[in-house]
């Protein structure tokens, strides 16, 4: 009997082993979200990677503190979709401290507007005299498109820009790039801007930086229902000082400097380990 119930006990061990085996196989595929991104300052704040449960939102599972858990994982809630993983900070309340840039940058002391965009961190700054004013996620380029690094300026702006060679995914409709900044035109004359695009919590351009523009996902996609979300648009009046209708490309001979550092994160589908559970709705 002692035998027998030895050989039971290492058949169940060996099941559970390998169906540990087969989640852990599957999971980056089916999981694949902002915890296969890792970012320098995660490590700030404690948090579990945690699965978006059927029917609910950024909305429903965070309340009030919705908008600091999307930009905490640099994504939209058009892509925040049941199923996909996502990082939960143990405390709700450590978002609204949240900022993985610099209070003050040096470099910028002397400019009245300056932009530093860190790629490990996918996250922009806007400073003013080396103090921060406010930051916002981005969804740079990588791998093939990554984007350049560096020290460049804004030179023009664009309250209305489209792309000359991507559509809007299942259509033949130019991709909007609306409240577009060109900081660089390459040797190629490509040129590279920060424009408003979808955020889906990882690097995802094609070489530009994309800034969080729900009401072209509204107008694009028909999500969100209610757009909330528009750094793009919050940093283009911020550059150019003020709204504008201008439908012409707006020279910049003076604009803001940048600074481009790092480089943009890559996915690694062995960080979904981390932790994984169901979410459930804040009370």
Known sequence: MLRLWVVRVA???????????????????KHRG??????????????????????ESLETIFGEYWVEAARFNRIDRRHARPGL???????????????PLPLVYPPGELNKKFILIDLNEQFLGAYEFGALRFATPIASGNGPNETPTGAFRVTAAHLQHQSGLYTVEGTDRPYPMDYALRFHVNREGVSYWIHGRDMPGYPA?????????????KEQYGASKDPELNDARKLFVWVLGGETDEERVIPLPHGPRIHIIGQAPVICPHLLGHRFSSLTPTS
């Open 11 to 29: 058949i169940i061990a060996m099941v559970v082993t390998v169906f540990l085996a087969i989640s852990q196989a599957e999971s980056p595929k």
């Open 34 to 55: 902002p915890c296969e991104i890792h970012y320098p300052s995660d490590a700030t704040l404690e948090w579990d990677c945690r699965i978006i449960p059927s029917g």
């Open 205 to 217: 351009s094609h070489g530009c930086i994309g800034l969080y523009d729900e009401s072209m996902q």
């Open 85 to 99: 993983s996502i990082k939960v900070p143990r405390r709700l309340e450590d978002l609204a401290q949240f900022t």
